[in-house]
């Protein structure tokens, strides 16, 4: 009797598989999948020890002679330190070792201005001295027993102050605020005068040809990561061999700069990745890791980082911000001929990823969101003294399209057109033109194409408006939906996107003697659902269990390496190499089996546990195959981006995915207070390998982006950069009672299958962050005819614009 | 450093301890009595990760001195299982079986706060879960997922599924 096998819906090989992994891919527009393709929801792989408290993270490790570390931090944003007496500190009974900027060595960390631990501070709440002791508590004593004198320099926060001529400078020895570059990072495309740009088309005849021209300005909102787990790392050394338990998405970055900064091979350091807790991008301990595996080194026992809550506010990294300035040129009939903008964004003092967020935006969201033909980008990033930025989710583009959605409406309702249409009638698609970030900050400029999953975009935005119910609830533009003494409903929509990279990766897949597999890989499971994707395809790519595949991740003493789980890449990237391997081993398996079934190995097919000879019964148990011949091993590698090509134009597919999202608002007029009522949202997968996880990623993205437009302020002093509301009383996540209830809630998954991810799988996570912001100011905007750009949107901000329209009146 | 001696009782069992005065219910659970079940998300009160049950009432461990919890019953993650059996709870099964996890960093709070709701309240609406539950935050998003789980638990307990 044969089991169900469909774990990500039935058992296919795509017509070009095997030209893919020969690198040689021709996209087949037409490719025949079977109709009701729906994935499975298996339970996921870690679900019983995280229900059970068995998961082991980062802070819940604990090794023998232990010591903790803690970090004193700068109260100033912006100073030099003339002196730093920490002899107290070391002769308090308990205290193993300090370090200050006198006693580190002089090395980069990711951040590339400063040394690991610096004589000039240039954010409130960077580290100037680390302590390791034999509990917390005592570090923690330690920490005031050091002396330090600061010579309090000037220091600036504020974009336009920092952009003006004899502003303070972030960095004395940078010249400058705008950043152009350091001697270890270069950015090959910018300008003389520090400015990146992008251009296609001719926008100034593009403007000449409007019927309607707008223009306006964005802030967008700083916002905080919140990673659930604060910073944490534990540094152990045996002789000179070191081993790192790091809560961290991006592996690769930090192994190499371990190795640099000690000047060790990789081989003698190994990384170790589980459990991860989602960072919502960029998380990585950085110098942390670095100053823990020094405190390690000297007295020689293993020590552990754990930030506190406030320290990961102050110590870590946060949302870029960017100021945006859109002009658009619209005709009356929908056709957008033109489209300007200007993104300056606020750095603060330094950032590990210089210009992906910007390059991202310039390429993504400011000229292929909407296929317009006109379009010029420019943006700068301009130093301040407040905590750098770093990765947050959609990482570049919702910065931008949440300035970009608003315009957008702005030019819908000056022709008077139903905003859901304009964006129909506009949003980017398949045979649109496309490029990777990277190629405008490093070049070249080479423009690919949206592959036939992209079609997706004008269905997604069909089947949202479809399920909000638009035709009945939009009345028409400054018609509110319903109004109820105070209180005014709205209606507004957005549309996002933003990329799923697809790296190079690779993966092993070994089977064990029974005919169970462990699937090797360098990603990381941080709650985004990796080693359930994993396991759910390559289970389905050997025809065994799905209980009968086990992934090892993250581990780099085992599994290959892998730059990280950024850039939604995981399904398109690391879950892809997964699956090529366990085609290898397929391969093998059957080679192995063709013998013993008296056939060749074409004639041969893997499922259900065995191999059988196709339209036979003639088979034999996987599990006996391995346990005769228990090397059966599978290597693979992406083939590159390039190999990924349009089957028409022979054009380079590029990987992306979108978002169409509509919310329903109700607006109290008397308090601004905004309630979101109501979210429909519509994403597309390519295919989607397990749907409950999907909605979870759909539900994260949601939930961020509604606390980022009105909840969530960032609320950083003016006259000294320091953040006046570390923890979570005063900034303010959404909880239970502010998402929308039952089926006010509404996720929508489109599937089209794309060109590159396994089994038309692709990643889309972050793209559920992109949307929703800019929809909720849409939609209060058709409640009460008062756009609020400036801050998040909150009661506060949401009444100072309607009282400054009344008086415009 | 002024400790204590006290005896706490912890998923049925007893244990003596000699702990700090200042140290809180989170830090000994956790450090001396190796119950990492139990997290920290902000050890400030704001957030329900480190939520235990002590009596049957949900507290929050992180502001919870160890001394306080002397003679008290106190409830981990890792006492909710069927200590015969090793069964999970149906709660514990629900999140399982929906997913009702993404980094696992709440779920702890989020499933025992959940139980001191279902042992008062059998048949809870949503609005009765949001509210119960609306001290533990989800950076994941998850809230929608997780009171989904949670009428499933209360409807199977219903049924009388038990620890089933």
Redesign the interface.
């Known amino acids: 009797m044969t089991e169900e096998f469909s774990i990500i819906g039935k058992n296919l090989i795509r017509k070009d598989d095997i030209e893919k992994v020969k690198g040689q891919a021709r996209y087949t527009p037409d490719t025949q999948l079977p109709v009701s393709i729906v994935g499975k929801?298996v339970?996921?792989k870690?679900?019983?020890e995280?229900?059970?408290?068995?998961?082991?993270?980062i802070?819940?490790i604990?090794l023998p002679a232990m010591l903790h570390a803690k970090f004193l931090r700068s109260p100033y944003a912006h100073a030099r330190i003339k002196s730093i007496d920490t002899s107290k500190a070391e002769a308090l009974p308990g205290v193993k070792c300090v370090l200050t900027h006198q006693n580190v060595p002089k090395v980069h960390p990711l951040r590339k201005f400063e040394y690991l631990i610096d004589d000039t501070v240039h954010h409130p709440g960077e580290e100037v001295a680390a302590v390791a002791a034999l509990t917390p508590?005592i570090a923690e004593e330690a920490l005031k027993l050091i002396e330090v004198e600061y010579e309090v320099l000037p220091a600036v926060f504020n974009l336009e102050e920092a952009m003006k001529p004899g502003a303070p400078l972030a960095h004395q020895e940078y010249g400058t605020n705008i950043y152009h570059g350091t001697d270890l990072s270069h950015i090959p495309r910018l300008d003389k005068d520090g400015w990146l740009r992008l251009e296609v088309g001719d926008v100034g005849k593009g403007f000449t040809e409007a019927d309607y021209i707008l223009d306006g300005t964005c802030e967008s909102p700083i916002q905080y990561n919140?990673?659930?787990?604060?910073r944490a790392v534990v540094c152990e050394w045996a002789g000179d061999k070191l081993t790192c338990w790091a809560d961290t998405q991006l592996p690769l970055m930090l192994w190499q700069d371990l190795a640099s900064s000690f000047g060790i091979p990789q081989s003698d350091v190994r990384l170790i990745c589980n459990?991860a807790?989602?960072g919502?991008g960029g998380k990585k301990p950085e110098k942390t890791a670095t100053l823990t595996a020094i405190l390690a080194k000297r007295t020689g026992r293993p020590v552990k980082t754990v930030f506190?809550?406030a320290e990961d506010f102050i110590g870590t990294h946060h949302r870029i911000s960017y100021k945006n300035y859109n002009k658009i040129g619209v005709k009356k009939d929908g056709t957008i001929t033109a489209m300007y903008s200007r993104i300056i964004a606020n750095w603060g003092s330094d950032t590990p990823e210089p210009y992906v967020c910007q390059g991202s935006a310039l390429v993504h969201a400011c000229t292929m969101m909407y296929e317009w033909q006109n379009s010029k980008v420019e943006t700068c990033g301009v130093l301040t003294n407040i905590l750098g930025y770093g990765a947050m989710n959609g990482f570049g583009d919702p910065e931008a399209i949440i300035s970009i959605e608003r315009i957008i409406d702005e030019a819908a309702e000056k022709i008077d057109m139903d905003p859901v249409e304009f964006r129909f009638k506009n949003c980017m698609r398949y045979g649109d033109k496309a490029m990777e970030w990277h190629q405008v900050v490093y070049g070249p400029i080479e423009w690919g194409i949206l592959g036939p999953d992209m079609d997706s975009f004008p269905e997604l935005i069909q089947k949202c408006a479809e399920k909000a119910q638009w035709k009945i609830k939009w009345k028409g533009w400054r018609t509110p939906v319903s109004i109820e003494g105070n209180k005014k409903k709205g209606i507004g929509i957005a549309i996002g996107q933003h990329h799923t990279q697809f790296f190079p990766c690779s993966a092993i897949v070994k089977m064990n003697q029974d005919g169970t597999a462990n699937v090797l890989s360098g990603a990381v499971e941080?709650?985004?659902?990796y080693a359930t994707a994993v396991a759910q395809v390559v289970a389905e790519t050997l025809g065994i269990r799905y209980e009968d595949v086990n992934p090892t991740l993250a581990d780099t003493a085992a599994t290959p390496a892998y730059f990280g789980n950024v850039a939604s890449a995981g399904t398109s990237s690391a879950v892809n190499a997964t699956k090529l391997a366990a085609e290898e081993v397929k391969r093998k398996l059957l080679e192995l089996a063709a013998p013993r079934l008296n056939a060749s190995a074409e004639d041969l097919e893997a499922r259900d546990g065995n191999i059988w000879v196709k339209g036979t019964n003639n088979k034999v148990p996987i599990a006996d195959i391995c346990f005769t011949n228990f090397q059966v091993t599978g290597t693979a590698n992406n083939p590159p981006l390039t190999a990924i090509r349009d089957e028409k134009t022979g054009k380079v597919i590029h990987p992306y995915a979108a978002a169409a999202t509509i919310a329903e608002v109700e607006v109290d007029t008397e308090t601004g207070q905004v309630e979101v009522i109501r979210i429909t949202s519509a994403h597309d997968s390519g295919r989607t390998i397990?749907p409950?996880?999907c909605?979870?990623?759909i539900?994260?993205?949601?939930?961020?982006a509604n606390g980022w437009a009105r909840t969530e302020e960032y609320i950083i002093d003016s006259k000294t950069g320091v953040l006046m509301n570390p923890?979570?009383?005063d900034y303010k996540?959404?909880?239970?009672?502010d998402?929308p209830?039952?089926d006010d809630?509404q996720r929508i998954v489109v599937e089209r299958p794309c060109a590159w991810g396994p089994y038309g799988a692709k990643g889309m996570s972050e793209t559920s962050m992109t949307a929703l912001a800019p929809a909720i100011a849409n939609a209060i905007y058709n409640a009460i005819g008062v756009r609020v750009y400036d801050g998040s949107l909150t009661a506060e901000n949401v009444l100072r614009a309607i009282e400054k329209a009344q008086k415009r009146q | 450093m002024t400790m204590k001696t006290l005896v706490l009782k912890v998923n049925g069992v007893e244990y003596e301890l000699k702990v700090r005065v200042t140290a809180t219910l989170a830090e000994v659970l956790r450090e001396e009595l190796g119950l990492i079940g139990t997290k920290i998300m902000c050890n400030e009160g704001e957030c329900g990760a480190c939520t235990v049950l002590v009596n049957g009432r949900p507290v929050l461990s992180c502001m919870t001195l160890a001394i306080e919890a002397e003679n008290k019953d106190i409830l981990t993650i890792e006492g909710l299982a069927d200590p015969a059996t090793g069964d999970l709870h149906p709660i514990q099964k629900a999140f399982v079986e929906r997913s009702g996890m993404q980094c696992g960093v709440c779920t702890s709070g989020m499933i025992l706060t959940a139980k001191a709701l279902l042992d008062e309240n059998h048949d809870p609406s949503e609005d009765d879960i949001r509210n119960a539950l609306s001290g533990n935050l989800c950076r994941c998003g998850n809230y929608r997922r997780i009171t989904e789980c949670v009428l499933a638990a209360a409807e199977k307990m219903r049924g009388g599924g038990g620890n089933d």
């Open positions: 929801s339970v996921r870690d679900a019983i995280k229900v059970k408290g068995q998961a082991r993270y802070p819940d604990q508590e919140c990673s659930p787990m604060p459990y807790v989602g919502y506190s809550r941080m709650g985004q659902g397990n409950v996880i909605e979870n990623q539900d994260l993205g949601l939930t961020m923890n979570l009383l996540l959404l909880t239970f009672l998402i209830k039952d809630l």
